[in-house]
């Protein structure tokens, strides 16, 4: 099972992309959201981004409700949060 990486946070988007694997899934919650993730296919709670302002500036995100968050969580194995 691959990892799933929780970002919280610009900065903690930076640290998690120096530990990231290929295969690990990427989920942008709460000002995670405003991260530059250049390229990289991620996800993200669409609740947030539209909270935000930035639903139309994250690209390559697929954006996802709770209940979807829910099931990544299962699917996933560890899951690491970073802020």
Not at 9 to 15: E, K, M, V
Not at 34 to 53: C, H, I, Q
Request: proline share 1%; glycine share 4%; with cysteine.
């Amino acid at each position: 099972m691959s990892t799933l990486h929780l970002i919280f946070s610009r900065t903690g988007y930076d640290a998690c992309k120096q530990r990231c694997k290929h295969d690990d899934a990427v989920l942008l919650l709460q000002d995670g959201v405003y991260a530059n993730t250049a390229g990289k296919a991620v996800y993200a709670l669409e609740s947030d981004s539209l909270a935000r302002g930035v639903h139309n500036r994250l690209r390559n995100a697929t954006f996802i409700n709770m209940e979807q968050f829910v099931e990544l969580t299962s699917q996933h194995k560890p899951v690491v949060s970073w802020r």
